[in-house]
């Protein structure tokens, strides 16, 4: 069965300081994948997707970027935190249907 | 813009009822939805989907109906517990993405009282 890992759980981090969360998926090959966004009592917003290695498509402009150098290892990335970049961070998975699967989740504080 | 919402952002049953979480989407040529559940501090947990060719799909206590006359969705909850107690959120899937690009709805607060 496929299952997909992110870490840290929770991260703690001042402005202005570098950020880098990891993803990873098993049990599947060449899978899409997703990095979300959620704010507190908030909906889901799309930051970047991923089709293939190297691939990285961004939805909304910001202060992140993602990459993405093994088939299935995502990983989402800035060089100096915001404070609106605080928020819990989703990583999900797609196969050939269109089901997403999500990550446990990161939750980052920026002070 | 072309958005999935929901009717109620919370709803409070009793422990042994049936809920009924709503949802509505605007964009016609959608052809997949989906229900995630997801608990405080975890990532969302996906219940149930269905494609545009049915109008109803049951799984293990949830049912999930759609209506396209009226582009609405909802997921039916039978026998309420206090561990469905969660965030419900639908999603949509646009007809001709690449990717699987999915909305997703704002939420809907469950809370099961014992």
């Known amino acids: 069965s496929q299952t997909i890992h992110q870490w840290p759980a929770t991260l703690v981090q001042p402005v202005g300081s570098p950020l880098s969360l990891e993803c990873t998926v098993e049990?599947?090959?060449?899978?899409?994948l997703y990095w979300y966004r959620q704010a507190a009592g908030r909906g889901l917003q799309l930051l970047f997707y991923s089709v293939g290695i190297g691939q990285i498509s961004s939805e909304v402009p910001q202060n992140l970027s993602a990459s993405r150098p093994q088939d299935r290892q995502f990983i989402l990335s800035s060089k100096k935190l915001l404070l609106s970049d605080s928020g819990f961070y989703l990583c999900?998975?797609?196969?050939?249907?269109?089901?997403?699967?999500f990550g446990p989740g990161t939750r980052l504080t920026v002070l | 813009g072309e958005s999935v919402g929901l009717h109620l952002p919370t709803l409070s049953v009793q422990e042994g009822d049936n809920s009924i979480i709503n949802c509505a989407y605007s964009?016609?040529?959608?052809?997949?939805f989906i229900w995630y559940k997801q608990e405080s501090g975890k990532g969302p947990q996906f219940i149930i989907d269905?494609?545009?060719?049915?109008d109803k799909r049951q799984g293990q206590r949830v049912t999930v109906l759609l209506n396209k006359t009226v582009k609405h969705l909802s997921l039916q909850i039978a026998a309420t517990q206090p561990g469905d107690s969660a965030v419900y959120f639908c999603a949509e899937n646009l007809r001709g993405t690449s990717y699987g690009k999915l909305t997703f709805g704002q939420g809907t607060i469950l809370t099961v009282h014992p």
């Open positions: 049990g599947t090959s060449n899978p899409n």
């Open positions: 269905i494609r545009s060719n049915m």
């Open positions: 999900a998975w797609s196969g050939l249907a269109d089901t997403q699967y």
């Open positions: 964009n016609s040529a959608s052809d997949y």
